[in-house]
């Protein structure tokens, strides 16, 4: 079968445009502790707190508790001063962890009820914004609505020591890649798709992919050259902070180029290899890889169900730690039938446009992950995403850029997002990474139906996958198996759960404020339990809901267009096993 670049950009729009990182490691040497005790609700102001004075000695002895809890940690703290608040800021003699003082004061809490709160004093330092030439075209990349907020994941990991595989048409050498690129391969044995007259080999840079009408099937029209895979490596890792082009998302990891397309698309029997491959397997006559990717990147894709040949291969590939993200594809219709999205254990990624819909063609439905900005390039080309590219329109020529669209644009964002939060957390499996990115996107902005659990949310996927951020977790609270008993959370918020019998269903009442949509997301805690997730209103009627299988992210949106907040109820229904789960409401 061969799996045709159908993904690729649908506008070859070009433009002629043309680090040192303020990363800040997690770490504090302070922390804040409000003692229920040390503070009183102004009385010309109830929403102010101010400070009210504690005897030396109750301090001192709170002193001596807290420095008991630091004893184990090596450190040893002082009372700084009082907050205007009537939080008390203790300073240590040394800097733990963002994780070393969240432990902390949850042992503070733990031991005393009259701490009304503990956390750490966090710095924090104006985010890195690059001074490439055209970062202010790249709205994918930083604006709020329709934006991944990669600026404040910057301020938390770039991306080093990460390689991230594009496997694709290969690459063009790029004044902005140079020094982005570790040892690919081209995987193509046909030399009729390769077009370079030759085989597999070492060489995994791009001859171009132009074709003549007719060469791909009758009926089929010329195309110019893609250089799709040199589009995809930037958005990953171009260089960024050089005063020249575009930024890459993570911008300190490297990329391996895959070459698997050519002339007319590339076959499964290539892509398949070139998984194994990169993720550090064997494959017969190749030399070892000596940079294995922990990211694998495919923005490619055809029409039918998963094959065994590439669900082997994705299985290979995540057996070594290796998160492979895969385009839904751009044929406006259910991503069920698009392969090798619809294969298990794949991040699958529908695209957005610049207001956080859906784009026109993005593929959706109940195997996609989650969504990125793809681009819609019909009313601007500024409208879509803007990337490293080649000018050539058959063989190679000058470097260039261009606004491309897709989901095959929109795949590398999540990948390079992937990078980053493999460098904060060189641990994470491919699992625990697709877990993140879920419970961490953002509500749809939009109009995005079965786009998965949300927009990507860099900085917070990132948060996700460390521990270090993300939305506040409440625990459900028997019983609230009605309407009428429903919890009320205060959203946006995470609420643990549990499912304890075959009878048992949870509610959760929330106010949606005028103007706002909506978002719910119900993640299973063992991939073998079914619940199921309902959006109803205050007569009961249900207005969204999500009925997926077993394991796999529920998801069901409303959006209030009215002038006043409405009240909703969210209802988790077991269909089939018991235990926990999590549900996410944000808006």
């Given at each position: 079968?061969?799996?045709?670049?159908?993904q690729?950009g649908?506008?070859?729009?070009?433009v002629?445009?043309?680090?040192?990182?303020?990363?800040?490691?997690?770490?504090?040497?302070?922390?804040?502790?409000?003692?229920?005790?040390?503070?009183?609700?102004?009385?010309?102001?109830?929403?102010?707190l101010?400070?009210v004075?504690i005897?030396?000695n109750?301090?001192?002895?709170?002193?001596?508790?807290v420095?008991?809890?630091?004893?184990?940690?090596?450190a040893?703290?002082?009372?700084?001063?009082?907050m205007?608040?009537?939080?008390?800021?203790?300073?240590l003699?040394?800097?733990?962890?963002?994780?070393e003082?969240?432990?902390?004061?949850?042992?503070?809490k733990?031991a005393?009820?009259?701490?009304?709160?503990?956390?750490?004093?966090?710095?924090?330092?104006?985010?890195?914004?690059?001074n490439?030439?055209?970062?202010?075209?790249?709205?994918?990349?930083?604006?709020?609505?329709?934006g991944?907020?990669?600026p404040?994941?910057?301020?938390?990991?770039?991306?080093?020591?990460?390689?991230?595989?594009?496997?694709?048409?290969?690459?063009?050498?790029?004044a902005?890649?140079?020094g982005?690129?570790?040892?690919g391969?081209?995987?193509?044995?046909?030399?009729?798709?390769?077009?370079?007259?030759?085989g597999?080999?070492?060489?995994?840079?791009?001859?171009?992919?132009?074709?003549?009408?007719?060469?791909?099937?009758?009926?089929?029209?010329?195309?110019?050259?893609?250089?799709?895979?040199?589009?995809?490596?930037?958005?990953i890792?171009?260089?960024?902070n050089?005063s020249?082009?575009v930024?890459?998302?993570?911008?300190?990891?490297?990329?391996?180029?895959?070459?698997?397309?050519?002339?007319?698309?590339?076959?499964t029997?290539?892509?398949?290899?070139?998984?194994?491959?990169a993720?550090?397997?064997?494959?017969?006559?190749?030399?070892?890889n000596?940079?294995?990717?922990?990211?694998i990147?495919?923005?490619?894709?055809g029409?039918?169900?998963?094959?065994?040949?590439?669900?082997?291969?994705?299985?290979?590939?995540?057996?070594?730690?290796?998160?492979?993200?895969v385009a839904?594809?751009?044929?406006?219709?259910?991503?069920?039938?698009?392969?090798?999205?619809?294969?298990?254990?794949?991040?699958?990624?529908?695209?957005?446009?610049?207001?956080?819909?859906?784009?026109?063609?993005?593929?959706?439905?109940?195997?996609?992950?989650?969504?990125?900005?793809g681009?819609?390039?019909?009313?601007?080309?500024?409208?879509?995403?803007l990337?490293?590219?080649?000018?050539?329109?058959?063989?190679?020529?000058?470097?260039?850029?261009?606004?491309?669209?897709?989901?095959?644009?929109?795949?590398?964002?999540?990948?390079?997002?992937?990078?980053?939060?493999?460098?904060?957390?060189?641990?994470?499996?491919?699992?625990?990474i697709?877990?993140?990115?879920?419970?961490?996107?953002?509500?749809?902005?939009?109009?995005?139906?079965?786009c998965?659990?949300?927009?990507?949310?860099?900085?917070a996927a990132?948060?996700?996958?460390?521990g270090?951020g993300?939305?506040?977790?409440?625990?459900e609270?028997?019983?609230?198996?009605?309407?009428s008993?429903?919890?009320?959370?205060?959203?946006?918020a995470?609420?643990?759960g549990?499912?304890s019998?075959t009878s048992d269903?949870?509610?959760?009442?929330?106010?949606?404020?005028?103007?706002?949509t909506?978002a719910?997301?119900?993640?299973?805690?063992?991939?073998?339990n079914?619940?199921?997730?309902?959006?109803?209103?205050s007569s009961?009627?249900?207005?969204?809901?999500?009925?997926?299988?077993?394991?796999?992210?529920?998801?069901?949106?409303?959006?209030?267009?009215?002038?006043g907040?409405v009240?909703?109820?969210?209802?988790?229904?077991?269909?089939?096993?018991t235990?926990?789960?999590?549900l996410?409401?944000?808006?």
């Amino acid at each position: 079968m061969t799996a045709g670049a159908s993904q690729a950009g649908v506008s070859n729009t070009q433009v002629d445009v043309g680090v040192a990182s303020l990363v800040r490691a997690s770490s504090t040497d302070r922390l804040i502790v409000s003692y229920r005790d040390a503070s009183q609700v102004d009385a010309q102001d109830a929403t102010v707190l101010r400070a009210v004075g504690i005897a030396t000695n109750a301090l001192e002895a709170r002193l001596n508790v807290v420095n008991s809890a630091l004893a184990l940690r090596g450190a040893k703290a002082r009372v700084l001063r009082q907050m205007g608040t009537g939080a008390h800021i203790y300073k240590l003699d040394k800097a733990l962890s963002h994780g070393e003082m969240l432990s902390l004061a949850n042992q503070l809490k733990a031991a005393d009820p009259n701490i009304a709160y503990a956390e750490p004093d966090r710095k924090m330092y104006p985010m890195f914004t690059p001074n490439d030439t055209s970062y202010s075209s790249q709205w994918d990349l930083y604006e709020t609505t329709g934006g991944i907020r990669a600026p404040a994941a910057w301020d938390l990991s770039t991306g080093s020591g990460v390689v991230v595989a594009v496997i694709d048409t290969g690459y063009r050498p790029h004044a902005d890649l140079s020094g982005q690129i570790v040892a690919g391969y081209d995987m193509i044995n046909d030399t009729a798709v390769s077009n370079d007259g030759s085989g597999r080999d070492s060489d995994p840079s791009d001859p171009g992919d132009w074709t003549a009408a007719g060469e791909c099937g009758t009926g089929e029209p010329a195309s110019n050259s893609s250089w799709h895979g040199t589009h995809v490596a930037g958005t990953i890792a171009a260089k960024t902070n050089n005063s020249t082009g575009v930024a890459g998302i993570a911008f300190n990891a490297k990329v391996q180029p895959v070459r698997v397309l050519g002339k007319c698309g590339g076959y499964t029997s290539d892509i398949a290899d070139g998984m194994v491959w990169a993720s550090g397997g064997s494959v017969s006559g190749l030399p070892t890889n000596a940079t294995p990717a922990k990211v694998i990147n495919m923005s490619l894709g055809g029409g039918g169900a998963c094959d065994t040949t590439s669900q082997n291969a994705i299985n290979s590939a995540r057996s070594r730690g290796t998160s492979v993200i895969v385009a839904a594809g751009n044929e406006n219709q259910n991503a069920s039938n698009s392969n090798p999205a619809n294969c298990s254990g794949v991040v699958a990624v529908a695209a957005t446009d610049r207001n956080g819909a859906r784009a026109y063609y993005s593929n959706y439905g109940a195997i996609v992950t989650l969504a990125a900005p793809g681009g819609d390039v019909r009313s601007s080309s500024s409208n879509g995403i803007l990337s490293t590219l080649n000018a050539g329109t058959k063989a190679p020529g000058s470097d260039s850029y261009a606004y491309y669209q897709g989901t095959s644009m929109a795949t590398p964002h999540v990948a390079g997002v992937v990078a980053l939060m493999m460098s904060a957390k060189p641990t994470a499996t491919p699992d625990q990474i697709k877990a993140a990115l879920i419970s961490s996107a953002r509500a749809f902005p939009g109009s995005c139906s079965q786009c998965g659990a949300g927009i990507l949310d860099a900085a917070a996927a990132v948060a996700a996958i460390t521990g270090t951020g993300g939305l506040p977790t409440v625990n459900e609270t028997e019983s609230n198996g009605s309407i009428s008993t429903a919890n009320t959370v205060s959203a946006p918020a995470n609420v643990a759960g549990t499912i304890s019998s075959t009878s048992d269903t949870d509610y959760f009442k929330v106010t949606l404020p005028a103007g706002k949509t909506l978002a719910a997301t119900l993640t299973m805690g063992s991939s073998s339990n079914d619940f199921d997730l309902y959006v109803k209103n205050s007569s009961g009627t249900t207005v969204a809901s999500s009925e997926k299988a077993a394991g796999q992210v529920d998801s069901a949106s409303y959006a209030n267009g009215g002038s006043g907040s409405v009240t909703l109820y969210v209802q988790v229904l077991r269909y089939s096993g018991t235990g926990s789960y999590t549900l996410k409401l944000q808006w």
